[in-house]
T-cell receptor
Framework: EPEVTQTPSHQVTQMGQEVILRCVPI?????FYWYRQILGQKVEFLVS????????KSEIFDDQFSVERPDGSNFTLKIRSTKLEDSAMYFC?????????????FGPGTRLLVL | GQNIDQPTEMTATEGAIVQINCTYQ??????LFWYQQHAGEAPTFLSY????GLEEKGRFSSFLSRSKGYSYLLLKELQMKDSASYLC???????????FGTGTRLQVFP
């Protein structure tokens, strides 16, 4: 069964450093998402991406965040200058053809720790 | 705001039935999803409701009442492996952005 994959599974970084989180969505999916979950808290939407552009972003997704689809398979989230409060589990998700009213399938997550 | 309410914790016994409720703001509603999340893992899809009624999938069923802004997830013949958090997530205003509730942590005891 096709699945979303993410790398790395864990990332430790120093405050102020840049990190890039990588995702490979399900191959025939067209809609891609990033969510985050701070330890013990709820899953929060960050950004949605379709047709090589951001379709929606949350208040959390400020100028230090960016997303890119550098090739036909990868989808990345870059955090330019990490802060302590960026420590969280970051989940990539993808859905198929219409986005709206379609199931989003989540990857296993990258646990980011900012020191 | 786009509030979602679900109980924080529930407990049940192996073999029993448990119902996890979720209420949400009805204005602009465009679909409700239930996900299961084991500690430290990704949410995995369980069910989707957009029309009123019951959707059944094996041991799991989900119900929706659009007018009441209410859904429940019913888990039958509980097994120890069902111990997890159950997340209610709603889409509003014809977007694909999912807003998640805080999740209901279910503990199944022998």
């Amino acid at each position: 069964e096709p699945e979303v994959t993410q790398t790395p599974s864990h990332q430790v970084t120093q405050m102020g450093q840049e990190v890039i989180l990588r995702c490979v969505p399900i191959s025939n999916h067209l809609y891609f998402y990033w969510y985050r979950q701070i330890l013990g808290q709820k899953v929060e939407f960050l950004v949605s991406f379709y047709n090589n552009e951001i379709s929606e972003k949350s208040e959390i997704f400020d100028d230090q965040f960016s997303v890119e689809r550098p090739d036909g398979s990868n989808f990345t989230l870059k955090i330019r200058s990490t802060k302590l409060e960026d420590s969280a589990m970051y989940f990539c998700a993808s859905s198929g053809v219409t986005g709206v009213q379609e199931t989003q399938y989540f990857g296993p997550g990258t646990r980011l720790l900012v020191l | 705001g786009q509030n979602i309410d679900q109980p924080t914790e529930m407990t049940a016994t192996e073999g029993a039935i448990v119902q996890i409720n979720c209420t949400y703001q009805t204005s602009g509603f465009n679909g409700l999803f239930w996900y299961q999340q084991h500690a430290g893992e990704a949410p995995t899809f369980l069910s989707y409701n957009v029309l009123d009624g019951l959707e059944e999938k094996g041991r799991f069923s989900s119900f929706l009442s659009r007018s009441k802004g209410y859904s429940y997830l019913l888990l039958k013949e509980l097994q120890m492996k069902d111990s997890a958090s159950y997340l209610c997530a709603v889409a509003w205003d014809n977007t694909d952005k999912l807003i998640f509730g805080t999740g209901t942590r279910l503990q199944v005891f022998p």
